[in-house]
Each structure stands twice: as structure tokens, then as C-alpha cells.
């Protein structure tokens, strides 16, 4: 199968979308299928075989830590001449929008997945509040453009569901389980990550750091306590502000981390902390349960489906101090926290890549076989 994927997103930006995607190409093509990326142009054209056909990219004023690629008819010209089986729009609103337009202008399967919830995250910056039912409008016509949808948890499904979006399915979340591991624990890195007091109890952070994943909700704890200590690892647009909100407490800002040495960061850890309420599903979730972290989280849909309450990890209350307190307090039992790890290591065990990437080849088929169907019917 030749199979056009175009994305937001792709490398060297590091995050939950890039991941996936760039597993389901390694998949696909040890399959002998030919995958071609279209992508905003970071300098990276071959990934595992796959051509990467990059995009010039602009600077939002909105979101100047990251670079997109806004939409372009360049893309129609690369999809006729790459021929594909099908197109797959990954989280599409500027470039992807493309993949959406002239799919359907060349008459060619269309499947499109739903990664980044961006109006939630609107939320979150006050000056474009007011825009997010034209967010959801625009969002709404590409993906019911498309002949198959494809979300990331049944919490976003029934949202997506009550944004009259159609033909929606969930993707099985997946997790590298060889890489993120708890043989990667690490003492040098433990010393690192705790300013050199390994006696401290270490709570992980891994993300893009911006105000939508709450990540200054953490801090009430850092105050409260004096035996915890906070990696936070990462880099965004609130790197600045952040550091200055936990500039009096044990906090360590490692920037981005990548490859060994981020699977030593999750796996040197007593436990992961997940604040934020605006994620489609949180990947990170699986990597620090396969690193063999219990996941400390506020309440929310994708979160719920993900952890169970102290067998998997501990859930609180979103905005509920003392709720957080209290499930950082249930860390204290030493064999409770042994079993916790125990079972988030069994439970990521489940979610391999390769099953994942294989339904979505799956998906791949129902889709052409829908949009065959659909030909022949305006036939």
C-alpha cells in the first residue's frame, strides 16, 4: 500500500503525535508498505525509509516556540505524483487541511485522526477564547470531509461525538516497551534529577511546557513538603514563566531530553505527575507506567480510562489541593508503591506499538473499502 501521511507535526519536535506517528511508519514500512510525509520543513527528509517532503514553514504569533507549515497547493502536486492507496491527515487545520482538500479533489481515500485538543486549549489564552466555536467549525468540516476519523480515548470520542463529527473510531494507545523500561534506572541520573539529594522523593514531569498542561499546579506540593523534589522535563513556550514560579523550590529544568537518556529520567523516578485535563489521551501516561512509574494525575477523561486508583497510579481532583496532597500522601507505604509499580509495568506490557500500528493499518483498509464503496454508489 502507498500511503500519503501529512502532519502538523513530525521530527525533530518530540511529542505524543510525533511518537505515534513515527512508530506507525516504522511498522508500516518493515510491512513493505511505502509511506511519503508531508511535513512543516525541520531538515529531516528520510525517516526509516520514508521520504519526508517538507513544507516551509512560518511562526505563529501565537505559539513562537514551534514552527507549522500553513496550508499550500505544493501538497496537491507531491500527492499526484506520489500516487497513493490512501491519505492520511494527521490532526489537521493548516497544512493537513491540504491533505483534506485535495484528497477529496483527486478522488482518493481519506482518513483523517484527531491528536491535539486545541479548542480546549483555547481555554487557556484568553485573547482567542472567543474564536473556539470557529475552531470547532473549521475542525468539524475537514474531518467530516474525511471517510474515516480516528481520535485517541472514548472521552474525546463522545466530545467529538457532540461536535457532530462522523464516522469516528478509537485508536489503541501504544507505548515502546523495550525503551522505556525500569532496567533504565540510573543513579547518576536519580542525583541529577534531585539536586543530589537522592533521599527525596522523585516526581517526574514530562511534556511540552505551556500553560494548558498545568504544570504550576504542581507547586503547592513542592511548598507543603520538603522531602519531595520535581524533574521537569521539556521545553515551550512557558519555560520562562515556569522556572520563575518554581525558582524557590526543589525543582530541576532539564530541557528536552531524548533517546537513553530520557529512559533513564521516567525509570529514576518514584512516580509520574500528570496535572493537566486538556490532553486527548497523554502518551507520556503509558511510557512512565512501561518505566515502571505510577502515575499521579488529575481526574479526567483520558486519564480514567488509562490509570486505575491505586492499583495502576493514584487520580485526583482537578484544582483540589488537598485531593493532590492526599494522593502524594498515599505514596508513603513503601510496599504500596512497590505494587503500584509492579502493575503499571504489567498493564503497559499490553499496549505494544506494533498492535497499535497494526489497527491502524486496519483502519487504512475500512477506509478505502468505504471510499470504493461510496465511488461506485455516486457512480
Not at 151 to 169: F, M, P, R, W, Y
Amino acid at each position: 500500500m502507498r500511503i500519503a501521511l501529512v502532519t502538523e507535526t513530525f521530527l525533530p519536535s518530540t511529542d505524543g503525535v510525533v511518537t505515534r506517528l513515527t512508530q506507525a511508519i516504522k511498522y508500516l514500512q518493515r510491512q513493505g508498505h511505502e509511506v511519503l510525509v508531508i511535513a512543516p520543513d525541520l531538515g529531516v527528509y528520510e525517516y526509516e525509509g520514508a521520504k519526508v517532503v517538507g513544507i516551509k514553514p512560518i511562526t505563529l504569533p501565537f505559539y513562537r516556540s514551534k514552527k507549522f507549515a500553513p496550508p499550500s497547493i505544493k501538497v496537491k502536486k507531491i500527492i499526484e505524483e506520489f500516487q497513493p492507496d490512501i491519505v492520511h491527515a494527521a490532526n489537521p487545520a493548516l497544512v493537513a487541511a491540504s491533505a483534506v482538500r485535495y484528497a477529496k479533489q483527486l478522488n482518493l481515500p481519506l482518513i483523517a485522526s484527531y491528536h491535539t485538543h486545541v479548542p480546549k486549549y483555547m481555554d487557556y489564552y484568553k485573547i482567542y477564547k472567543p474564536a473556539k466555536p470557529l475552531m470547532w467549525a473549521w475542525i468539524r468540516k475537514l474531518h467530516n470531509s474525511a471517510n474515516l476519523n480516528l481520535c485517541t480515548s472514548g472521552a474525546i470520542k463522545d466530545e467529538l461525538v457532540e461536535q457532530n463529527i462522523k464516522n469516528l473510531h478509537v485508536l489503541q494507545r501504544g507505548v515502546d516497551v523495550e525503551n522505556r523500561h525500569p532496567k533504565f534506572y540510573d543513579e547518576k541520573m536519580r542525583d541529577r534529577l534531585t539536586k543530589g539529594d537522592q533521599s527525596k522523593k522523585l516526581l517526574i514531569f514530562v511534556g511540552r511546557l505551556a500553560i494548558e498542561k498545568e504544570i504550576h499546579k504542581i507547586k503547592p506540593l513542592l511548598d507543603a513538603r520538603d522531602d519531595l523534589a520535581l524533574a521537569i522535563i521539556g521545553d515551550g513556550p512557558a519555560r520562562n514563566e515556569l522556572m520563575h514560579i518554581f525558582k524557590d523550590t526543589n525543582t530541576v529544568f532539564t530541557g528536552f531530553l531524548h533517546g537513553e537518556e530520557l529512559s533513564k529520567a521516567f525509570a529514576s523516578g518514584d512516580a509520574f505527575v500528570f496535572p493537566s485535563v486538556t490532553e486527548t489521551l497523554g502518551l507520556v501516561i503509558l511510557e512512565a507506567m512501561a518505566s515502571g512509574l505510577p502515575v499521579v494525575a488529575a481526574k479526567s477523561g483520558p486519564t480514567m480510562e488509562q490509570i486505575i486508583d491505586g492499583e495502576t497510579g493514584l487520580l485526583f481532583e482537578n484544582e483540589n489541593v488537598e485531593s493532590m496532597m492526599a494522593a502524594i500522601d498515599r505514596l508513603e507505604n513503601q510496599a504500596h508503591l512497590k505494587e503500584m509499580k509492579q502493575n503499571a509495568r504489567q498493564e503497559a506490557e499490553k499496549f505494544a506499538w506494533d498492535k497499535a500500528s497494526q489497527q491502524l493499518f486496519q483502519y487504512y483498509q475500512q477506509t478505502i473499502e468505504i471510499h470504493n464503496k461510496n465511488t461506485a454508489v455516486q457512480k
